[in-house]
């Protein structure tokens, strides 16, 4: 059970991840390395205006929420956009911004681990294993922002023109879409979905200037086992990464320590056997 519910609860927060930079990467062809980075900062802010402010949970949650998506468009817009055309330089640019932003919260905050009091309190027993009612309302959480999302791609014209530009981005301009416009709307939509990741799991963990690194490395691991791009790989390829984690931690000695190597290990094994991923493309020109 131990398992079942780590499982559930890291896949679901590693679905909101890799989605969001899978999106981003559809889209604008952007590889967003600062894309842990700001759910760092969401976790962050969560607890300036719920802890030090004293704001109420769900306000201070929005809040932040709302504010991380406001830098990642500042970001996109004075920065990535003016060098997206060159992806060594958008990739320099995302490991040097995320280093900002480590710094900056451990200028204000220092490097102390912090915590955030969970929305609800209390738990339940289920086959002898205590569950916390904040690891159950951020898993339903997730499940609902991921139903939010699959609805906004499929079913409205913004994501009509999202999928489309994604498959094709030059017939897509062709059919008169505005490829700038929609790479920004993708990119406030991901670092939102990064936000939200760290709205739903501040109350879980610890806060730190470095919490950044291991999900991005965990993320990094689910996108190419699903296949860059692809937000049906990102997803399931989460929870089979959520749950092997889970397996590592539980059933070997140590295991805490050895999470990240797996992910790693993972992450080669698919390179060298199929480069492409579950739900990739072998080449540029099947888009």
């Known amino acids: 059970m131990n398992i079942i519910i780590t499982g559930l609860i890291t896949g679901s927060m590693l679905a909101l991840l890799s989605i969001g930079f899978s999106l981003i990467f559809g889209v604008a062809r952007i590889v967003n390395i600062a894309h842990t980075a700001f759910y760092m900062i969401a976790g962050y802010g969560i607890y300036l205006l719920c802890v030090r402010l004293g704001m109420g949970p769900v306000p201070g949650m929005l809040i932040s929420i709302l504010s991380v998506t406001f830098l990642g468009l500042l970001a996109y817009t004075f920065l990535i ?50 569950i916390f009612n904040q690891q159950v309302l951020s898993f339903v959480v997730a499940l609902l922002l991921m139903a939010i999302l699959w609805m906004l791609l499929m079913k409205t014209r913004l994501g009509l023109a999202i999928r489309s530009i994604a498959e094709d981005r030059e017939v897509a301009n062709l ?112 888009r």
């Open 81 to 130: 956009d003016k060098i997206r055309e060159h992806e060594a330089a958008v990739l320099i640019a995302t490991i040097a911004l995320a280093m900002i932003f480590q710094e900056t919260m451990m200028l204000i905050f220092t490097g102390d681990y912090l915590t955030v009091s969970p929305l609800i309190e209390g738990y339940f027993s289920l086959f002898g294993v205590k």
């Open 175 to 286: 059919m008169g879409m505005n490829d700038s416009r929609l790479a920004m709307i993708a990119m406030g939509i991901s670092v939102a979905l990064a936000g939200f990741t760290g709205a739903v799991i501040a109350p879980l963990m610890v806060l730190s200037p470095y919490m950044w690194m291991e999900p991005l490395i965990m993320m990094m691991a689910v996108v190419v086992l699903g296949g860059l791009g692809s937000i049906k790989g990102s997803f399931i390829a989460s929870y089979i990464l959520g749950f092997t984690e889970a397996l590592v931690v539980f059933m070997i000695p140590k295991g805490a320590f050895l999470k990240g190597s797996v992910a790693l290990i993972i992450m080669i094994v698919v390179l060298l056997l199929r480069p492409e991923g579950l739900f990739g493309v072998s080449f540029e020109e099947e």
